[in-house]
């Protein structure tokens, strides 16, 4: 019997249940605007991506979830592709920055899927892993709930992205407020 997908379920309703995170942090982490494209792994709706529009000259939401993309595709300035965080279908080094935004978490394979997006970072990039800190009280409340609902939640503390990151050769440094964390990677 297949799994309950929650995203694809949620997806015609994800941006009115789910508001956008602190948009404090992130837009100053990925120092914009440049000339270059901007890769979401694991963007959903574009409800992140699409504040990035105009600042770019692509924004590419990547997911594997089709309704979710679908909403995606309703949002001007984004492209859509579905696929797997694990699996990439871009040629290397294509993108100057990557996002993942509140996605890290609900990866199958988390370790793969940054490696590919640190693989589609060019040279002189940013990667930015935007998350909700399992240290803070209110996340190991949401963790619980994402497991129960069998959401494949598996939230990891910064420091363990940014050991990862720091291991294929990144410049890394870790941003935090009460609730959520930044690991900000350079490639150089």
């Known amino acids: 019997?297949?799994?309950?997908?929650?995203?694809?379920?949620?997806?015609?309703?994800?941006?009115?249940?789910?508001?956008?995170?602190?948009?404090?942090?992130?837009?100053?982490?990925?120092?914009?605007?440049?000339?270059?494209?901007?890769?979401?792994?694991?963007?959903?709706?574009g409800r992140v991506a699409q504040g990035f529009?105009?600042?770019?000259?692509?924004?590419?939401?990547?997911?594997?979830?089709?309704?979710?993309?679908?909403?995606s595709r309703n949002k001007p300035g984004l492209q859509a592709v579905e696929c797997l965080a694990e699996r990439l279908p871009f040629p290397e080094g294509c993108f100057q920055r990557v996002i993942l935004v509140d996605s890290y978490h609900h990866l199958a394979d988390q370790e793969q899927s940054l490696k590919e997006a640190w693989r589609m970072l060019d040279r002189g990039?940013?990667?930015?892993?935007?998350?909700?800190?399992?240290?803070?009280?209110?996340?190991?409340?949401?963790?619980?709930?994402?497991?129960l609902a069998r959401m494949r939640s598996h939230p990891v503390p910064a420091d363990e992205v940014g050991e990862?990151?720091?291991?294929?050769?990144?410049?890394?440094?870790?941003?935090?407020?009460?609730?959520?964390?930044?690991?900000i990677a350079r490639k150089d």
């Open 164 to 183: 990862l990151l720091e291991s294929m050769g990144g410049e890394v440094r870790l941003l935090k407020d009460s609730r959520t964390y930044w690991v």
């Open 53 to 71: 529009v105009g600042q770019v000259d692509q924004v590419v939401v990547a997911d594997s979830s089709p309704r979710m993309l679908a909403q």
């Open 125 to 147: 990039g940013v990667l930015v892993v935007e998350e909700p800190d399992i240290e803070s009280f209110s996340t190991k409340i949401m963790a619980i709930g994402e497991r």
């Open 1 to 45: 019997m297949p799994k309950f997908d929650h995203f694809n379920f949620l997806a015609p309703l994800y941006d009115l249940i789910f508001v956008p995170p602190s948009r404090k942090q992130l837009p100053s982490a990925m120092e914009l605007p440049i000339e270059g494209r901007l890769l979401d792994v694991g963007g959903g709706t």
